[in-house]
């Protein structure tokens, strides 16, 4: 009886991942459906190029709307809290002091130079951590460009979906430079995220589910 339960269980979880992917995949289209007046955005910042690129996106989202905006950065990257630091200061401007924001700090999944048998030990210590960052937020979206930071956090929000605690929009756009090929984040979430942005036509051609909107940044 018991091995008869935990087969029934397996093939109840399998159909629901093929149900969450296929809706991920097929019906990205249909919009984001928010039942209050603000969206819960969560935005994963890389460093260097990544975190200039997301920001000066975020720069453009009204405040208002996209509030409270829970930001993750990797552990030890400085620069990006400094940068992120700058641009709340500026929308916080905008909003006439009621800005809101949290930053909340993961383990990096994979350091420079990093071993791939040991960056296997830091990704999933990365997951956890992401795990535990989107359980106590619960973001009605995610913004994300590509740093290895984003990847369990998407994966993340994906086991949230399939489990039926919550749904999760996360939206990947490409980084800026990645003309001919996919990063290595945007091959391992071209299929599991909703939307899907590239900022170059020809990469559009060759990968059909991306979406083409122009340059972002």
Known sequence: ???LLLVVGCLILLMRVVYVLYTVNYCSHVPLVVTSKTVKTLIVLGSGGHTGEMLKMVATLDP???SPRIYVVA???AISLKRLS???EKLM???GGDDQFVVEVVPRTREVGQSWISSACTALWALIFSILVVARHRPTLIL???????????FAALLFRILGICQIRTVFIESLCRVQTLSLSGCMLYRVTDDFLVQWPQLKEKYP?????GRLV
């Open 1 to 3: 009886m018991l091995v």
């Open 64 to 66: 208002f709307r996209h």
């Open 75 to 77: 552990a030890t990257d």
């Open 86 to 88: 700058q641009t709340e």
């Open 93 to 95: 401007v905008n909003c």
């Open 144 to 154: 994300t460009n590509g740093p290895g930071t984003c990847v369990p956090v998407c």
């Open 209 to 213: 589910r991306s979406k083409y909107l």
